[in-house]
Every structure is written in C-alpha cells, then in structure tokens.
C-alpha cells in the first residue's frame, strides 16, 4: 500500500509529465514512461504517462478589488492541459503491477493568483476530468493485467475523488477544492459507505484549497475529508510526515501558542490605542487557536478509528480467502465453522467506534462554543474601546477649549 508520504511526493513528481512545466524559473525533471524515482525505502516506476496538449477555452470569475466577480474569458494553454502518471512500486527488482496507483498533476502550486482564480472559477467539474477519466479508462482497456488500486491529486486535480468513486478505487487528495455537488448519488453513497477510502487532506487557514473551498461545501462532502493543523500554505511541503509515511495532523499548534505568547509579552509592554488594539488581537487568536486545536484533534482521532477498521476488514478479507482456498481439504460446513469466529464484527465495535466519534464531537462543540464567545467578547472590546476614546477624546477637547 503506498503511504500518504509517497503519494504527496508523486503528486510533486508527476508536474515532470509536461516536459515544459517551469519550477521557480528552472526546467522541472522530465518524466517519461520507465522513469524511476525512490521515495523512503520503495522505489517506483513509471509505467504510463498521459499529457494532453488540447486548447480550449473557459470562463473564469474574476475576483474584483471592491468585490464581486468578473467573467473573463481564458485561454488554456497546451502546458496547463491534463498530465497524468501510473506508477508501480518496484520489488525485489520486479515492477509489481498488482499495485498501480494513477496521479493527476494539478495546476501550478508556485502561483497563488492563478490558483485562487481558478478555484472561484469552476462551479462545475474541472476541464482535465474527462480527460483523466478517458486516460484511466485506456489503462484498464490496455493493461487488463494491471491491478489500479489507488488514485490521487491535488489541489484542482481533487476531481479524482469522483473518478475514484465512480470505479470503486481508493483515492486520497491533498488541498482538495473539489464541488462535492458533482458526485452522483451513486458515487456519494459508495464514498459514505467507504469513508476510509476516499479522503482529501485539507487546511482550513489556507487560502485556496480551505477558507475559499470549505466556506462553499462544508455541509455537502462526502467520503473523509481531514483538517490539518498549524498550515497555512497550498503548496504540498504544508503537510508533514511521521516515519511510517501517515500524515501528522499537527494538533499542537505550537505557532498558534508562540503568537499568543508573545502578544501577551507585547500588550504588557504598551499603552493607549496600541495595547486597546493588540488586545483585541490576542483575543481572536485565541479564538482561532481553540477552533484549529478542536478540528484537528477531530480529524487525527476519526483518521485512526477508520485506518484501523479498514485494517481489520483486510485482515478478515485475507482469512475467509485463505480458508477458501483449502476446500478441496474440507467440506463447506467445515470450512465455514472454521471462519465462523472471524468475522469483522468479531473485531470491531460499532457501538464503542459511535461512543468516541460523539465524545469527539462534543469535545469539538466545546471548544468552538469557547471560539465563538472569544469572538463576540473581542467585538464588543473594540466597540467598547472605540466608544471610550471618542469620549476622552472629546473630554481633552472640551478642556482644552475651556482652558483658552
């Protein structure tokens, strides 16, 4: 199985597929089919690669500088088209072609203006999902032999996950602005039916792939979509890694706890409108940093219950197979005594998985309730602040009137 590491580093990888794709002013690696790459201890090939050099044309909306939108008009140019990638780990110098996973490169992660552009701008589907579809379509025609059993993206390239839904394969994206209202209601129901296969790694302090994105769909995702603590930039080096590969969620917010450190420090330090003003501010920090610590201490604790059932349902999967497979030994009733005790409710506890997810969610309620009464409280300072200097003000006013 390859981990949320690899495929962070094969999303970073497969730009390379565009051989005219620039990278802070330099020629990115060319990767073509045979290409190789080690990533940890695994090495993987390159088995197919797709990059489609067709034209078109879409609407993009603007955002203006006094608000609202504009519809303008934009040429997609060749090297801004679909690049896509099949990858297969390398064993025992053997390709393994029963683990091939698919990536679609994503737009240019080095613009941000380019990025949040478009994110406001497709309502729908992205422009490259037929075409990632077609593509993973000619692998399965062409290579029956390849097993496909992951699928990933990033950022506009999240389209995967409906891709992923549609043929049943696992897919994980990372910054995800995918318009959950795309899926089918067949789709939707696979992915709630298999949350721990369908999952899109999300910070929601950053600007393009979560305030702009979750602001939209929060209330319509569907499959796992996971919030990542303490990260603020779009560029996939915002997530980090444990040494097994999984995803560190960041739930001690060490910076959020230094900013509010050190304005403390500073509010001791100053007077007048300055320490009214970085009061204020210490207050919405500390609103902030209740909400990030409660999201991601939310998104850490549902990631281990579902790995860890999804484990268990392999592990069942591997047992009724191996029984199976010695029914030339045994009669089926035999057989099926012998597996009797291993079934996946034998392991799991639906009950106690749905007592902490809810002690979970109360946690969470606790601590935004706690944000949100920060929030209010910090308005009302700075109406109160604001108020009490407009009397002063006038106050030194009127006695320097009478003064003359």
């Known amino acids: 199985m390859v981990t949320d590491k690899q495929l962070k580093e094969l999303n970073e990888l497969v730009y390379g597929v565009d051989h005219n794709y620039i990278e802070k ?27 489609n050099d067709k034209s078109g044309t879409i609407i993009l909306h603007e955002p203006q500088p006094n608000g609202g939108y504009k519809d303008v008009p934009y040429t997609v140019k060749p090297n801004d088209g679909f690049s896509g990638m099949a990858v297969a780990p390398i064993n025992n110098g053997v390709v393994d072609y029963g683990n091939v996973t698919v990536i679609a490169a994503a737009t240019n992660p080095t613009s941000p203006n380019d990025l949040g552009g478009a994110a406001a701008a497709v309502p729908g589907l992205s422009l490259q999902y037929d075409t990632a579809e077609q593509y993973l379509l000619k692998l399965m025609k062409e290579h029956p032999d390849w097993q496909i059993n992951q699928l990933s993206g990033y950022s506009q390239s999240a389209y995967m996950l409906k891709i992923g839904a549609k043929y049943h394969i696992p897919t994980t994206v990372f910054h995800g602005w995918f318009n959950y209202n795309t899926l089918s209601k067949e789709e939707r129901d696979y992915m709630n039916a298999h949350m721990a296969q369908y999952i899109n790694y999300r910070a929601h302090e950053e600007e393009v792939g979560g305030k702009l994105v979750v602001s939209h769909d929060a209330k319509n995702t569907a499959g796992s979509v996971y919030y990542i603590g303490n990260a603020n930039s779009h560029l996939l080096t915002s997530f980090k890694f444990d040494k097994d590969g999984n995803i560190k969620f960041n739930i001690e917010d060490s910076k959020g706890e230094d900013k509010i450190s050190n304005l403390q420090g500073s509010i001791a330090k100053s007077s007048g409108g300055k320490k009214i003003a970085l009061r204020t501010e210490l207050i919405a920090t500390i609103s902030e940093h209740a909400k990030d610590l409660a999201q991601g201490y939310e998104s850490a604790i549902k990631a281990e219950l579902e790995k860890a059932e999804l484990e268990i349902k392999t592990i069942v999967q591997e047992i009724n197979q191996g029984a199976y497979e010695i029914q030339n030994y045994l009669q089926g009733w035999e057989v099926d005594k012998l597996i009797q005790n291993y079934q996946e409710s034998d392991f799991w506890d639906d009950g106690l998985e749905s007592s902490i997810k809810q002690e979970v969610k109360k946690y969470k309620n606790s601590l935004y309730d706690f944000s949100d009464t920060l929030t209010v409280v910090s308005r009302r300072i700075a109406d109160y602040d604001s108020q009490e200097g407009a009397r002063l003000f006038k106050q030194d006013i009127t006695a320097r009137g009478k003064v003359r």
């Open 25 to 51: 002013g330099k020629p990115f690696v060319d990767v073509d089919e045979g290409f190789e790459r080690k990533i940890g201890n695994q090495k993987f090939q390159v088995i197919s690669t797709s990059n």
